[in-house]
Protein backbone atom coordinates (compact mmCIF):
# COMPACT_ATOMS: atom_id res chain seq x y z
CA UNK A 1 0.00 0.00 0.00
CA UNK A 2 1.26 3.36 -1.00
CA UNK A 3 0.62 6.45 1.58
CA UNK A 4 0.89 10.15 -0.10
CA UNK A 5 3.02 12.53 1.84
CA UNK A 6 2.26 16.41 0.93
CA UNK A 7 5.68 17.37 -0.43
CA UNK A 8 5.35 20.22 2.25
CA UNK A 9 4.24 18.03 4.98
CA UNK A 10 7.79 15.88 4.20
CA UNK A 11 10.10 18.92 4.04
CA UNK A 12 9.31 19.94 7.65
CA UNK A 13 9.97 15.73 8.69
CA UNK A 14 12.70 16.05 7.10
CA UNK A 15 14.08 19.59 8.85
CA UNK A 16 12.99 18.12 11.92
CA UNK A 17 10.36 21.42 12.63
CA UNK A 18 8.36 19.63 14.98
CA UNK A 19 6.89 23.15 16.21
CA UNK A 20 6.08 24.51 13.14
CA UNK A 21 4.36 21.57 11.61
CA UNK A 22 2.34 21.77 15.37
CA UNK A 23 1.20 25.15 14.75
CA UNK A 24 0.05 23.94 11.25
CA UNK A 25 -2.14 21.46 12.16
CA UNK A 26 -3.73 24.41 14.53
CA UNK A 27 -4.15 26.29 11.79
CA UNK A 28 -5.71 23.63 9.69
CA UNK A 29 -9.29 23.76 8.59
CA UNK A 30 -11.86 23.71 5.97
CA UNK A 31 -13.26 27.11 6.45
CA UNK A 32 -11.94 30.53 7.20
CA UNK A 33 -12.36 32.25 10.67
CA UNK A 34 -12.20 35.63 11.12
CA UNK A 35 -10.20 36.61 14.56
CA UNK A 36 -11.03 40.12 16.20
CA UNK A 37 -10.61 41.29 12.69
CA UNK A 38 -7.70 39.35 11.41
CA UNK A 39 -8.47 36.23 9.01
CA UNK A 40 -6.97 33.07 9.00
CA UNK A 41 -6.65 32.34 4.97
CA UNK A 42 -6.25 28.58 4.87
CA UNK A 43 -8.81 26.83 3.40
CA UNK A 44 -7.16 23.01 2.69
CA UNK A 45 -4.56 21.46 5.09
CA UNK A 46 -1.99 21.68 3.05
CA UNK A 47 -2.10 25.30 2.25
CA UNK A 48 -1.66 25.39 6.22
CA UNK A 49 1.44 23.52 6.26
CA UNK A 50 2.62 26.46 3.15
CA UNK A 51 1.87 29.28 5.46
CA UNK A 52 3.67 27.74 8.14
CA UNK A 53 6.59 27.08 6.74
CA UNK A 54 7.04 30.67 4.95
CA UNK A 55 6.49 32.86 8.24
CA UNK A 56 5.45 31.63 10.91
CA UNK A 57 1.39 33.07 9.76
CA UNK A 58 0.24 30.98 12.80
CA UNK A 59 1.94 33.66 15.11
CA UNK A 60 0.61 36.76 13.30
CA UNK A 61 -2.55 35.78 11.31
CA UNK A 62 -4.46 34.56 14.51
CA UNK A 63 -4.83 35.86 17.60
CA UNK A 64 -5.40 32.92 19.57
CA UNK A 65 -1.84 32.33 19.31
CA UNK A 66 -0.41 35.75 19.87
CA UNK A 67 1.35 36.38 23.43
CA UNK A 68 -0.50 39.95 23.87
CA UNK A 69 -4.31 40.12 23.67
CA UNK A 70 -5.44 43.48 23.51
CA UNK A 71 -8.71 42.76 24.41
CA UNK A 72 -10.65 39.68 25.24
CA UNK A 73 -11.81 37.87 21.77
CA UNK A 74 -12.24 34.11 20.86
CA UNK A 75 -9.35 31.64 20.99
CA UNK A 76 -10.07 28.34 19.29
CA UNK A 77 -11.01 26.79 22.83
CA UNK A 78 -12.96 29.34 24.89
CA UNK A 79 -15.61 31.69 23.64
CA UNK A 80 -16.43 35.31 24.85
CA UNK A 81 -18.65 35.28 27.64
CA UNK A 82 -18.67 39.27 28.18
CA UNK A 83 -18.44 42.28 25.95
CA UNK A 84 -16.47 45.65 27.49
CA UNK A 85 -18.75 48.75 27.55
CA UNK A 86 -17.82 52.00 26.86
CA UNK A 87 -17.12 54.09 30.06
CA UNK A 88 -19.78 57.18 30.04
CA UNK A 89 -17.27 60.53 30.29
CA UNK A 90 -16.79 62.04 33.65
CA UNK A 91 -16.73 65.62 33.14
CA UNK A 92 -18.69 66.95 35.52
CA UNK A 93 -22.14 69.13 33.65
CA UNK A 94 -23.87 71.18 36.07
CA UNK A 95 -26.54 74.71 35.66
CA UNK A 96 -26.68 77.46 38.13
CA UNK A 97 -28.42 81.14 37.69
CA UNK A 98 -26.15 83.22 35.77
CA UNK A 99 -26.96 86.73 37.76
CA UNK A 100 -24.22 87.66 39.58
CA UNK A 101 -22.08 84.73 39.10
CA UNK A 102 -18.53 84.94 37.83
CA UNK A 103 -18.75 83.33 34.11
CA UNK A 104 -15.00 83.96 33.47
CA UNK A 105 -13.22 81.91 35.93
CA UNK A 106 -13.46 78.75 33.54
CA UNK A 107 -10.16 78.33 31.30
CA UNK A 108 -12.82 77.99 28.20
CA UNK A 109 -16.14 80.66 28.12
CA UNK A 110 -18.83 79.83 25.75
CA UNK A 111 -20.77 82.65 24.84
CA UNK A 112 -24.51 81.81 23.27
CA UNK A 113 -25.76 84.27 20.83
CA UNK A 114 -29.13 84.57 18.99
CA UNK A 115 -29.66 85.46 15.62
CA UNK A 116 -31.15 88.39 14.89
CA UNK A 117 -35.07 88.66 13.84
CA UNK A 118 -35.30 88.94 10.39
CA UNK A 119 -37.79 91.40 8.97
CA UNK A 120 -40.95 89.20 7.06
CA UNK A 121 -40.10 90.79 4.19
CA UNK A 122 -36.64 90.22 4.04
CA UNK A 123 -35.64 88.40 0.83
CA UNK A 124 -32.89 85.63 1.63
CA UNK A 125 -29.46 86.37 -0.11
CA UNK A 126 -26.59 84.41 -1.55
CA UNK A 127 -23.94 86.84 -1.32
CA UNK A 128 -20.31 86.52 -0.68
CA UNK A 129 -19.78 90.39 -0.70
CA UNK A 130 -23.09 90.52 1.13
CA UNK A 131 -22.86 92.84 4.61
CA UNK A 132 -23.33 91.24 7.82
CA UNK A 133 -25.01 93.38 10.21
CA UNK A 134 -23.19 93.98 13.45
CA UNK A 135 -24.06 91.42 16.05
CA UNK A 136 -26.38 93.33 19.11
CA UNK A 137 -25.40 91.22 22.63
CA UNK A 138 -27.81 91.02 25.49
CA UNK A 139 -27.47 90.31 29.40
CA UNK A 140 -24.44 88.62 30.36
CA UNK A 141 -23.24 88.42 26.78
CA UNK A 142 -23.46 92.24 26.73
CA UNK A 143 -21.71 92.48 30.04
CA UNK A 144 -18.89 90.36 28.95
CA UNK A 145 -18.05 92.15 25.72
CA UNK A 146 -17.91 95.79 27.20
CA UNK A 147 -15.75 94.03 29.77
CA UNK A 148 -13.63 93.24 27.42
CA UNK A 149 -13.60 96.16 25.50
CA UNK A 150 -15.49 95.11 22.79
CA UNK A 151 -13.24 91.68 21.72
CA UNK A 152 -16.48 89.39 21.75
CA UNK A 153 -18.15 91.74 19.07
CA UNK A 154 -14.85 91.60 16.96
CA UNK A 155 -15.05 88.22 16.89
CA UNK A 156 -18.00 87.60 15.63
CA UNK A 157 -17.27 90.69 13.07
CA UNK A 158 -14.03 88.80 11.74
CA UNK A 159 -15.84 85.65 11.61
CA UNK A 160 -19.09 87.23 9.68
CA UNK A 161 -19.32 85.06 6.72
CA UNK A 162 -18.98 81.90 8.22
CA UNK A 163 -20.32 82.58 11.91
CA UNK A 164 -23.48 84.92 10.44
CA UNK A 165 -24.23 86.09 13.71
CA UNK A 166 -25.20 82.71 15.13
CA UNK A 167 -28.38 81.80 12.53
CA UNK A 168 -27.16 78.54 12.44
CA UNK A 169 -27.84 76.74 15.47
CA UNK A 170 -25.00 74.66 16.64
CA UNK A 171 -22.13 76.82 15.01
CA UNK A 172 -19.14 78.28 16.87
CA UNK A 173 -16.41 80.89 16.13
CA UNK A 174 -12.41 79.96 16.75
CA UNK A 175 -11.58 80.53 19.60
CA UNK A 176 -10.06 84.03 20.62
CA UNK A 177 -7.63 84.14 23.84
CA UNK A 178 -7.31 86.96 26.13
CA UNK A 179 -4.93 87.42 28.86
CA UNK A 180 -6.63 87.64 32.46
CA UNK A 181 -5.53 89.91 35.22
CA UNK A 182 -4.23 86.82 36.72
CA UNK A 183 -1.98 85.66 33.78
CA UNK A 184 -3.18 83.06 32.88
CA UNK A 185 -5.31 83.48 29.08
CA UNK A 186 -8.99 82.64 28.64
CA UNK A 187 -10.60 81.76 25.72
CA UNK A 188 -13.67 82.80 24.14
CA UNK A 189 -16.35 80.99 22.03
CA UNK A 190 -18.88 82.18 20.18
CA UNK A 191 -22.35 79.72 20.12
CA UNK A 192 -24.57 80.22 17.54
CA UNK A 193 -28.15 80.17 18.95
CA UNK A 194 -30.23 80.54 15.65
CA UNK A 195 -33.15 82.73 15.19
CA UNK A 196 -35.94 82.84 18.09
CA UNK A 197 -39.15 81.97 17.34
CA UNK A 198 -41.64 83.89 19.79
CA UNK A 199 -44.21 81.28 18.75
CA UNK A 200 -42.42 78.13 19.05
CA UNK A 201 -39.43 79.25 21.53
CA UNK A 202 -36.22 77.18 21.25
CA UNK A 203 -36.88 73.49 20.10
CA UNK A 204 -35.50 70.38 21.48
CA UNK A 205 -33.53 69.75 18.21
CA UNK A 206 -31.96 72.77 18.68
CA UNK A 207 -31.10 72.50 22.28
CA UNK A 208 -29.75 68.69 21.07
CA UNK A 209 -27.39 70.58 18.77
CA UNK A 210 -26.13 73.21 21.12
CA UNK A 211 -24.95 70.26 23.50
CA UNK A 212 -23.56 68.61 20.92
CA UNK A 213 -21.23 71.97 19.43
CA UNK A 214 -20.62 72.25 22.99
CA UNK A 215 -18.76 69.08 23.43
CA UNK A 216 -16.86 69.11 20.31
CA UNK A 217 -15.47 72.42 21.31
CA UNK A 218 -14.21 71.51 24.87
CA UNK A 219 -12.70 68.27 22.69
CA UNK A 220 -11.02 70.83 20.77
CA UNK A 221 -9.67 73.26 23.30
CA UNK A 222 -7.11 71.20 24.24
CA UNK A 223 -5.53 71.25 27.83
CA UNK A 224 -8.44 73.00 29.30
CA UNK A 225 -10.18 71.52 32.48
CA UNK A 226 -12.48 73.93 33.10
CA UNK A 227 -15.83 75.77 30.69
CA UNK A 228 -18.32 78.02 30.83
CA UNK A 229 -21.56 78.75 28.75
CA UNK A 230 -23.07 81.42 29.04
CA UNK A 231 -26.96 80.74 27.75
CA UNK A 232 -29.29 83.85 27.28
CA UNK A 233 -32.83 84.12 29.10
CA UNK A 234 -34.79 82.97 25.76
CA UNK A 235 -33.74 79.31 26.85
CA UNK A 236 -35.84 78.15 29.48
CA UNK A 237 -33.94 76.02 32.27
CA UNK A 238 -36.54 73.81 31.97
CA UNK A 239 -36.05 70.22 32.95
CA UNK A 240 -36.67 69.03 29.46
CA UNK A 241 -33.90 71.53 27.89
CA UNK A 242 -31.48 70.11 30.66
CA UNK A 243 -32.21 67.12 29.62
CA UNK A 244 -31.69 67.53 26.36
CA UNK A 245 -28.81 69.02 26.12
CA UNK A 246 -27.06 66.48 28.86
CA UNK A 247 -28.11 63.67 26.51
CA UNK A 248 -26.63 65.53 23.68
CA UNK A 249 -23.65 66.28 25.22
CA UNK A 250 -22.79 63.23 26.69
CA UNK A 251 -23.74 61.47 23.57
CA UNK A 252 -20.98 63.30 21.41
CA UNK A 253 -18.37 62.55 23.65
CA UNK A 254 -18.82 58.79 22.59
CA UNK A 255 -15.66 56.73 21.25
CA UNK A 256 -15.03 53.25 21.01
CA UNK A 257 -11.68 52.54 21.98
CA UNK A 258 -11.89 48.97 22.85
CA UNK A 259 -10.72 47.58 19.83
CA UNK A 260 -7.95 50.43 19.21
CA UNK A 261 -4.54 50.63 20.79
CA UNK A 262 -1.90 52.98 20.97
CA UNK A 263 -1.99 56.50 18.58
CA UNK A 264 -5.82 55.20 17.87
CA UNK A 265 -7.30 55.49 20.98
CA UNK A 266 -9.01 58.71 21.34
CA UNK A 267 -10.82 60.21 24.72
CA UNK A 268 -12.71 62.98 23.65
CA UNK A 269 -12.14 66.26 25.91
CA UNK A 270 -9.75 64.35 28.16
CA UNK A 271 -8.34 67.46 30.22
CA UNK A 272 -12.06 68.87 30.96
CA UNK A 273 -13.39 67.96 34.53
CA UNK A 274 -16.55 70.08 34.25
CA UNK A 275 -19.06 72.23 32.31
CA UNK A 276 -21.28 74.60 33.95
CA UNK A 277 -23.82 76.00 32.42
CA UNK A 278 -24.92 79.85 33.08
CA UNK A 279 -28.80 80.24 32.54
CA UNK A 280 -29.85 83.85 32.87
CA UNK A 281 -33.52 82.39 32.63
CA UNK A 282 -32.09 80.99 36.61
CA UNK A 283 -31.66 77.94 38.12
CA UNK A 284 -34.51 75.17 37.85
CA UNK A 285 -35.19 73.23 40.62
CA UNK A 286 -34.45 69.85 40.00
CA UNK A 287 -31.30 70.56 37.23
CA UNK A 288 -29.07 67.46 38.93
CA UNK A 289 -31.60 65.55 38.44
CA UNK A 290 -32.46 66.55 34.98
CA UNK A 291 -28.87 66.37 33.70
CA UNK A 292 -28.87 63.21 35.30
CA UNK A 293 -31.38 62.04 33.51
CA UNK A 294 -30.05 62.80 30.15
CA UNK A 295 -26.63 61.03 31.08
CA UNK A 296 -28.12 57.60 31.57
CA UNK A 297 -30.26 58.36 28.20
CA UNK A 298 -26.61 58.83 26.16
CA UNK A 299 -25.77 55.86 28.29
CA UNK A 300 -27.95 54.10 26.97
CA UNK A 301 -26.60 55.08 23.60
CA UNK A 302 -23.63 54.34 24.22
CA UNK A 303 -24.56 50.81 25.04
CA UNK A 304 -26.26 50.50 21.91
CA UNK A 305 -23.45 51.64 19.98
CA UNK A 306 -21.09 49.08 22.00
CA UNK A 307 -23.43 45.92 20.63
CA UNK A 308 -23.94 47.18 17.09
CA UNK A 309 -20.09 48.22 16.90
CA UNK A 310 -18.78 44.62 18.34
CA UNK A 311 -17.34 42.11 15.79
CA UNK A 312 -19.25 38.61 16.17
CA UNK A 313 -15.81 36.99 17.81
CA UNK A 314 -16.66 39.31 20.77
CA UNK A 315 -20.64 39.32 21.10
CA UNK A 316 -22.27 35.68 21.07
CA UNK A 317 -25.24 34.81 22.74
CA UNK A 318 -23.94 34.13 25.96
CA UNK A 319 -22.28 37.69 25.99
CA UNK A 320 -25.37 39.51 24.94
CA UNK A 321 -26.79 37.47 28.20
CA UNK A 322 -23.93 38.81 30.06
CA UNK A 323 -24.87 42.18 28.92
CA UNK A 324 -27.92 41.95 29.85
CA UNK A 325 -27.85 40.49 32.90
CA UNK A 326 -25.64 44.01 33.88
CA UNK A 327 -28.11 46.59 32.81
CA UNK A 328 -30.87 44.53 35.15
CA UNK A 329 -28.06 44.58 37.87
CA UNK A 330 -27.15 48.51 37.12
CA UNK A 331 -30.99 49.45 37.38
CA UNK A 332 -31.67 49.43 41.00
CA UNK A 333 -34.36 47.25 40.84
CA UNK A 334 -36.09 48.30 37.93
CA UNK A 335 -35.44 46.25 35.37
CA UNK A 336 -35.67 42.52 36.08
CA UNK A 337 -34.08 39.49 33.42
CA UNK A 338 -34.41 35.87 32.17
CA UNK A 339 -32.74 33.90 30.49
CA UNK A 340 -34.29 30.74 28.30
CA UNK A 341 -31.57 28.35 27.71
CA UNK A 342 -31.18 25.67 24.87
CA UNK A 343 -33.45 22.87 27.29
CA UNK A 344 -35.67 25.86 28.19
CA UNK A 345 -36.71 26.78 24.50
CA UNK A 346 -37.21 23.12 23.85
CA UNK A 347 -39.56 22.87 26.47
CA UNK A 348 -41.41 25.69 25.01
CA UNK A 349 -41.17 24.58 21.56
CA UNK A 350 -39.31 27.13 20.21
CA UNK A 351 -37.92 25.31 17.02
CA UNK A 352 -37.81 28.27 14.57
CA UNK A 353 -35.77 30.09 17.40
CA UNK A 354 -33.75 27.03 18.01
CA UNK A 355 -33.12 26.22 14.03
CA UNK A 356 -31.82 29.33 13.63
CA UNK A 357 -29.83 29.17 16.69
CA UNK A 358 -28.26 26.16 15.53
CA UNK A 359 -25.87 28.45 13.08
CA UNK A 360 -24.15 29.21 15.93
CA UNK A 361 -20.90 28.09 18.24
CA UNK A 362 -22.66 28.90 21.12
CA UNK A 363 -25.79 27.76 22.65
CA UNK A 364 -29.11 30.14 22.23
CA UNK A 365 -29.86 32.41 25.08
CA UNK A 366 -33.41 33.62 24.61
CA UNK A 367 -33.45 37.01 26.48
CA UNK A 368 -36.10 38.70 28.27
CA UNK A 369 -35.79 41.96 30.11
CA UNK A 370 -38.89 43.85 32.07
CA UNK A 371 -39.23 47.10 33.04
CA UNK A 372 -41.02 48.07 36.23
CA UNK A 373 -40.32 51.60 37.36
CA UNK A 374 -41.82 52.80 40.77
CA UNK A 375 -44.96 54.42 41.06
CA UNK A 376 -48.65 53.77 40.38
CA UNK A 377 -48.84 52.14 36.64
CA UNK A 378 -50.56 54.54 34.15
CA UNK A 379 -49.98 52.79 31.15
CA UNK A 380 -48.55 49.29 29.97
CA UNK A 381 -46.49 48.95 26.90
Known sequence: MRISIPRTLLVALLRGSASSTASAFSLSGNSSRAISGRTTLSSHPTSSFVTSLRGGASSSTSLAMSAERPFNTWTFDKHCESMDWTPASEIALSAAAAEGASVDDSDVIIVGVLAPKKEDDAEEKDDEDMEIDPIVFSGKAKELDEALGGALADLASENSKAFLNGSSAGTVTPSMRIQSAGGKAKRYILLGLGAEDPEKGIESTT?????AAVATACHDQKKATSCSVVLPSQIESSASTLTDFSTAFYSSLYSDNRYRTGKKVEIKAEDVKSVTLFMESGAAD??????????????????????????????????LADTAKKIAEESGGSITCEILGKEECEKRGMGCYLGVARGSETEPQFIHLTYKPSGEVKKKV
Open 207 to 211: IMKLG
Open 286 to 319: GADSSISTGKNLAKGVSLTKDIVNAPHNVLNSES
